[in-house]
């Protein structure tokens, strides 16, 4: 690949770019489980009527899951609106056969009865999920989801710089593929429809 570089340079390239993917979140020494990469894990959480959800909850069905906060003004309800068209173009009953997830990454302000009134705006079956502050950094911690509080411009409300991927699981939990906030509806649907 770079005939020219000395076998000391590639070896401390390599490293960078080690260092960059494990900076960004993506992978972690660990990071592989056979072919898989190694995202997701157990959680625990409570959804909008303050139930307790796990993990475990979600399976049997495969999962769109998102991360974000009810005050993002524009990526987040994009990307909300992106996992629903995706799921209606898998015909009318799809919506009950798959688990569409939002997780916060602002628990300070996304109680169960934010969300409550935030995640219906999206398809009656989405759930919506917050925690501790605690179990949110483990939940984002185990999908490699990057997220840190901005304070807002003169005197205003906080927003929450974050990391805008979705997440597909197969019906037993396992990590299958992401997509970014640009992919394309038709793109997700095919997707999820080879998991059905």
């Known amino acids: 690949m770079f005939p020219a570089m000395s076998r ?9 770019i080690a260092a960059l993917a494990v900076a960004a979140g993506w992978i972690g020494w660990d990071a592989v489980r056979g072919d ?17 959800v796990t993990s475990d909850s979600l399976k049997g069905k495969p999962t769109l899951i998102y991360f974000g906060f009810t005050y993002c003004p524009d990526v987040c309800p994009t990307s909300l609106l992106l996992m629903e068209t995706a799921i209606e173009q898998l015909g009318p009953d799809a919506a009950k056969k798959v688990n569409l997830v939002f997780i916060t990454i602002d628990p300070e302000r996304d109680t169960p009865a ?11 079956t989405f759930i919506g999920l917050t925690g501790t502050p605690q179990q949110v950094a483990d939940v984002a911690r185990a999908f490699r989801v990057y997220y840190q509080k901005v304070p807002g411009k003169d005197g205003g409300p906080y927003l929450m710089d974050h990391s805008s991927i979705v997440y597909l699981l197969d ?16 793109a997700i649907a095919k997707a999820v429809g080879r998991l059905l």
Request: aromatic share 12%; glycine share 14%; no cysteine.
């Open 8 to 16: 000391t340079m590639k070896v401390l390239l390599g490293v960078w």
């Open 36 to 52: 898989r990469p190694s995202i997701g894990g157990p959680f625990t959480l409570v959804d909008q009527d303050g139930r307790t």
């Open 114 to 124: 934010l969300l409550k009134g935030y995640v219906p705006n999206f398809g009656p």
């Open 171 to 186: 019906r037993n939990g396992r990590f299958v593929t992401h997509f970014t906030h640009e992919a394309k509806a038709d």
